[in-house]
């Protein structure tokens, strides 16, 4: 079995190194591979000579999200059987690879998640630590699964599930791997694990808003592109509830002989016709979403043949 622990860096010349050695302590067998998103400091140099196996470096920073896709490809064409990723700040204990990986290797699971327990965590600031808590539960809802952290970085996923995963964000992967691993009917097991406070700050988030803002609208893109019909007729209910409401009330007022409230008529009648249209919508990307399925099982193949051993 090879696995391989992949590190997604951007500016880490302070922490890889540490990250590196501790998977090492880990198991020698570990192949490392060190994905540098176009880093201003050191870290590719830092990354080779601490040891890493495959240091790959895009010449511009192109986001998390799409040095994550690379990292999983390098790993695949590398023949990796499981794939771990870890963050490159230090904050995950890479001793605890080999109790992620079990599953993977008993056959237990493709995806194994872990839990960082962050209301538990006395380093994390009140605003990140909500933050998380809120875009878990979104990430449950949207997908039906019960998530306990859907922001951590610590998964380790079978070569067959990293065959599946597309990524299509450039920004985070890490609620978009869920909802379509869940779509994809991938085995996902979750465990907790330890997380260590950071030392400097957040490469990813520079501010709550603006990572909710992003983190956001993926997840949002993610609802409408793995669930459509539940993510359309969701937003359908909206105008079709208020619609039926106002006609009703019209209705009453009309029968009891009140002539009037045909403002409130021409409303329920818009509201109406605004909620069976998106009903509609709902049906039509349901439809592109079974293409979509389509595409995605020819793909696979494919890949699966590109990589193949
Ligand atoms: N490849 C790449 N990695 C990034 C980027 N931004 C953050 N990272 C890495 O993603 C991991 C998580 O980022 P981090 O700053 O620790 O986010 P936080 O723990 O959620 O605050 C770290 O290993 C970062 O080096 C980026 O633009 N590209
Ligand atoms: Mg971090």
Redesign the pocket.
Known sequence: MKVFVM??????EFTIARVIKEIKQASRDYRILV????SKDNTFEVAKKAGAHYVIK?KK????A???KRGLEECLKLKADIIVN????F?YNALEIPRLIQPILDEKADIVLTDRKVLNLSHMPFG?KYGNLISTLVTRFVSGFPVRDA?S?FRAFSRDAALKLNIFSDYTYVQETIIQAVDKKLKILQMPCEFRA?HG?????SNLFSYAKKAGLTIIRSFVRYKPLKALLTISFLPLILGILLGLRFLYFFLMGDKGHVQSLILAAILLIIGFQIIVLAFIADTIGANRKVNEELLYLQKKKEFSK
């Open positions: 590190i997604p860096a951007y500016n880490e994905v540098d998103d176009g895009n920073n192109l986001g998390l799409q040095a994550f870890i963050d490159a700040d904050q990140k922001q970085g950071r700050k957040s490469r990813l988030i």
